[in-house]
């Protein structure tokens, strides 16, 4: 027995929903996300949902206020971004638009060294999508930083 069951990280999201099903066919839409399973609840909600994308497994249900497990609306938004690396941030994003994400922040080389956009989907969930293009030292990218700030900092 593995304290870390096969196919898992030791940190994996989970995400609270408002329309689950929905949402899972938007994560397939938008990501290539493949459903691992899904367990119905009693009045038509999914209890439990696991997905993954690239090598990555994410956990969604419905919400259940009885549970106190809320969708982001119900706290005005959500304060965590779940952040995606995949082949091509470009392609990923329009793809996920069309399906009915809104961009928040629109693509870009960023000085770090990933090309990145962030996204909005139509659940509340809050996606920073990014291609790593080029590796950068950590000196380099305080250098970069600071010149971006003018000099401050």
């Known amino acids: 027995m593995q304290p870390v069951p096969a196919g898992y990280s030791s940190v994996t999201a989970y995400l609270i929903v408002e329309g689950a099903a929905a949402a899972l066919d938007f994560y397939a839409r938008a990501?290539?996300?493949?459903?691992?399973?899904r367990l119905p609840a009693p009045g038509g909600r999914i209890g439990h949902a696991e997905i993954e994308i690239g090598d990555s497994r994410v956990m969604l249900a419905d919400e259940c206020p009885e549970m106190d497990a809320r969708a982001p609306a119900a706290y005005g938004g959500s304060p965590v971004?779940?952040?995606?690396?995949?082949?091509?941030?470009d392609a990923?994003?329009?793809r996920a638009v069309a399906a009915g994400a809104e961009v928040?922040?629109?693509?870009?080389?960023?000085?770090?060294?990933?090309?990145?956009?962030?996204?909005?989907?139509?659940?509340?969930?809050?996606?920073?999508?990014?291609?790593?293009?080029?590796?950068?030292?950590?000196?380099?990218?305080?250098r970069r930083m600071q010149a971006m700030a003018g000099g401050k900092g």
């Open 31 to 37: 990501f290539g996300a493949r459903e691992v399973m």
């Open 81 to 89: 971004t779940l952040h995606l690396y995949v082949r091509d941030v």
């Open 104 to 142: 928040r922040r629109p693509v870009q080389d960023q000085f770090y060294g990933d090309r990145s956009g962030t996204l909005r989907d139509p659940f509340g969930h809050v996606w920073h999508l990014a291609t790593h293009v080029e590796d950068v030292p950590p000196e380099e990218i305080q």
């Open 92 to 94: 990923v994003v329009a």
